[in-house]
C-alpha cells in the first residue's frame, strides 16, 4: 500500500492504558492539511480500557489493540507498524506530559527536511524531587532522553518521543531479542537504520514531552539491570563499535574472585578481604568526586550512583556469560557508533588504577 502523503501514524505502546496521559496525547492540536492516525497497542491482556477509550476507539479516531498476551515492548511497537502505513511514524510512550505544539514541531521539521530518516525530540525530566533522582542525573541515565538539547544529528533516541521515515525503515524492526519490558531496542533499530542509509537521524529540540520520573522517584534497580542486559546484547550487534575497557566494580570484584588463589600466594585472605570490599568504596568515592563537580555534593548521591551502575553492569555481566560469550568480557560499546580504539581509558579509569596499586602496594608492605 502506498504511503499517504503528508500522512503520521502516532504509535503508543500502553500497559497501564492510564486516560490521563493517552487522551491529552490523542486530543494534541494538529496543523491542517495532514492525516494522523494513532494506533494504542495495550500489552496486558488483563487491561479494562476506560469509556473515552472505548468511545474513540469505536468512533474510528483510533486504533486499539488488546495483545492476547504479554508480547514486549518491540512487539507491540511493530505491530503499530504494521498496522499502519503512514509515510512517517512517530512514537509516544503511554505516560508522557507533550508540549501543546508538538505534532505542530514535528511537521515543520518534516517540511524543512523531507530526506530525513526520522527526528529525535526532546524528553524532559522534571527537576530532581530527591536524593535518588539527583543520583540518577549525575549517573548520567537521563543523558540520552535529552540528547536532543547537546547534538543536531545523533544514531539514536529513546522511543518515549522519536520519529522514523517509514522509507527509510523499511522491513527493519524492533528486535525481540531484547528485553520484554524494554532495553537495548530502542538503540538497535535506529542504529540499523542509520547504518543503512547512511544518515543520521536529526534532533529537534523544540518537539518536547516531559518525562515523569520512574517509580515516582523512589530507589529501584530493576530497570537498570535491564539496561545492562539490552547493551550486552548490542553487543555481538555491532562488533566493530565494540572495544575492550578497564573492568568496572562488579568485573572487577569477578577477577578478584578468580585471582583469589593467586592472591593468596602474595598476601593473607584478610588482606584479600580488604581488597575486595575497597573495589565499590573506591568507585563510590570517585562517583562522589563526579558527583560533586555536578554539584551534587551529598554522599548519598554517590552511594545510589554506585548501586546504579553495579545494576547496570549485573545485567551486561549475567547475559555475557549466560550466553556463553566470555570474549565479551569487559567489553564496551560506542553508542553514537564511531569507530573505537580497541582500548580506551579515562582520567577516572587512570585515577581507580592508581588507587588499586597503592592499596595494593599498602596491603603488600603492611605488617600485622
Not at 491482556?45 to 489493540?65: T, W, Y
Request: aromatic letters at 14%; a positive charge.
Amino acid at each position: 500500500m502506498l504511503a499517504f502523503s503528508n500522512s503520521i501514524d502516532i504509535i503508543i505502546p500502553s500497559f497501564r492504558l492510564d486516560e490521563q496521559y493517552l487522551l491529552p496525547l490523542i486530543h494534541l492540536p494538529k496543523p491542517g492539511g495532514w492525516k494522523f492516525t494513532y494506533y494504542v497497542v495495550v500489552d496486558n491482556p488483563q487491561v479494562q480500557p476506560g469509556k473515552e477509550i472505548l468511545r474513540l476507539s469505536g468512533e474510528g479516531a483510533i486504533h486499539l489493540f488488546i495483545n492476547p498476551e504479554n508480547l514486549g515492548a518491540a512487539e507491540s511497537r511493530n505491530k503499530g507498524i504494521n498496522a499502519g502505513s503512514g509515510e512517517w511514524m512517530l512514537f509516544l510512550d503511554d505516560d508522557i506530559v507533550a508540549e501543546q505544539d508538538l505534532l505542530f514541531q514535528y511537521v515543520k521539521a518534516i517540511e524543512g527536511h523531507r530526506e530525513a530518516i526520522g527526528f529525535i525530540g526532546l524528553t524532559d525530566f522534571p527537576a530532581p524531587m530527591n536524593t535518588f533522582t539527583r543520583a540518577l542525573m549525575a549517573a548520567g541515565l537521563t543523558t540520552i532522553f535529552t540528547i536532543a538539547n547537546r547534538k543536531e544529528e545523533f544514531m539514536w533516541g529513546v522511543t518515549a518521543n522519536m520519529m522514523y521515515n517509514r522509507a527509510a525503515m523499511q522491513e527493519l524492526r524492533f528486535s525481540s531479542v531484547f528485553p520484554k519490558s524494554g532495553g537495548g531496542e530502542d538503540v538497535d533499530l535506529p542504529a540499523q537504520i542509520c547504518l543503512r542509509n547512511n544518515a543520521r537521524f536529526i534532533c529537534i529540540k523544540e518537539a518536547r514531552v516531559t518525562h515523569p520520573w520512574w517509580n515516582d522517584g523512589q530507589p529501584h534497580y530493576k530497570r537498570f539491570e535491564r539496561y545492562g542486559v539490552g547493551t550486552a546484547l548490542l553487543l555481538p550487534r555491532f562488533k566493530k563499535f565494540t572495544w575492550y575497557a578497564f573492568p568496572n566494580p562488579v568485573e572487577g570484584m569477578v577477577l578478584a574472585l578468580l585471582c583469589a588463589p593467586l592472591f593468596f600466594m602474595f598476601l593473607s585472605w584478610q588482606k584479600w578481604l580488604i581488597f575486595l570490599a575497597a573495589i565499590p568504596l573506591i568507585d563510590m568515592g570517585i562517583n562522589y568526586i563526579r558527583a560533586a563537580g555536578m554539584g551534587y555534593r551529598e554522599l548519598k548521591v554517590a552511594y545510589y550512583m554506585t548501586l546504579l551502575r553495579c545494576s547496570t553492569e549485573w545485567g551486561m555481566f549475567k547475559t555475557v556469560i549466560g550466553q556463553g560469550k566470555p570474549d565479551y568480557f569487559m567489553k564496551r560499546i560506542n553508542v553514537d557508533f564511531t569507530r573505537p580504539r580497541h582500548f580506551r581509558t579515562n582520567r577516572w579509569r587512570i585515577t581507580k588504577l592508581v588507587i588499586y596499586l597503592i592499596l595494593l602496594s599498602f596491603l603488600y608492605y603492611c605488617r600485622y
